[in-house]
Nanobody
Framework: QVHLVESGGGLVQAGGSLRLSCVDSGNSFSTYGMGWFRQAPGAQRELVSAIEWSGATTYYIDSVKGRFTISRNNAKNTVYLQMNSLKPEDTAVYYC????????????????WGQGTQVTVAS
């Protein structure tokens, strides 16, 4: 069973940094492709970043390239999203999700979801 719990959100000034973490309490984490999504008020949920089961392949939406870094530690059942140079438009609830595919940049292929963590970037 997959149970994802995010942490690390908060309020930060523009230009600041946050690191989100997502821990899976199940025992098959290393076989899943993982993704970070976000949803701002009134907006559609979007896939921000994804990482292959081994960590070898990653994906980023254009608006975060060069600022965000996704990584994973399979020994700790954890995926991270390091967010630097944050902008007010990054404000959203961030969700981690697991895909039964070993890698996917298709949001439709994500099956398991965390409860979300709020990220607010003040201008």
């Amino acid at each position: 069973q997959v149970h994802l719990v995010e942490s690390g959100g908060g309020l930060v000034q523009a230009g600041g940094s946050l690191r989100l973490s997502c821990v899976d309490s199940g025992n098959s984490f290393s076989t899943y492709g993982m993704g970070w999504f976000r949803q701002a008020p009134g907006a559609q949920r979007e896939l921000v970043s994804a990482i292959e089961w081994s960590g070898a392949t990653t994906y980023y939406i254009d608006s975060v390239k060069g600022r965000f870094t996704i990584s994973r530690n399979n020994a700790k059942n954890t995926v991270y999203l390091q967010m630097n140079s944050l902008k007010p438009e990054d404000t959203a609830v961030y969700y981690c999700a697991a895909s039964l595919f070993r890698y996917s940049d298709d949001s439709a292929k994500y099956t398991y979801w965390g409860q979300g963590t709020q990220v607010t970037v003040a201008s």
